[in-house]
Nanobody
Framework: QVQLVESGGGSVQPGGSLTLSCAAS????????MDWDRQAPGKSREDREL??????????TYGESVKGRFTISRDNDKMTVHLQMLNLTPEDPGVYYC?????????????WGQGTQVTVSS
């Protein structure tokens, strides 16, 4: 089992910045990738969209709308993933969820944090 605890959400004005963090604990040696997903206001869990992902080796992937503004990084020693968000826009708000993809044997598992709220408002 993997447990994820997110922190760092809040409210900023357009153009502002926030950094989210996700700390993993438990069987973290099974994790091969971690990512941040956004559930926009009024959208369902099924509509969560990928914001950014990072593999254990450091390969990163970004959603089109955040490229050049968001940066995902990973501290493997502390099993923590950070999402630096710059130049936030009114299209960025939502609940941001940390996800860990793990593999045990031939079976993949997804673990989710409780989510952290991001609000962008003037």
């Amino acid at each position: 089992q993997v447990q994820l605890v997110e922190s760092g959400g809040g409210s900023v004005q357009p153009g502002g910045s926030l950094t989210l963090s996700c700390a993993a604990s438990g069987t973290t040696d099974t994790i091969y990738a971690m990512d941040w997903d956004r559930q926009a206001p009024g959208k369902s869990r099924e509509d969560r969209e990928l914001v950014a992902a990072i593999t254990r080796s450091g390969t990163t992937t970004y959603g089109e709308s955040v490229k050049g503004r968001f940066t995902i990084s990973r501290d493997n020693d502390k099993m923590t993933v950070h999402l630096q968000m710059l130049n936030l826009t009114p299209e960025d708000p939502g609940v941001y969820y940390c996800n860990a993809a793990a593999r045990i044997g031939l079976t993949d598992y997804d673990y989710w944090g409780q989510g952290t709220q991001v609000t962008v408002s003037s």
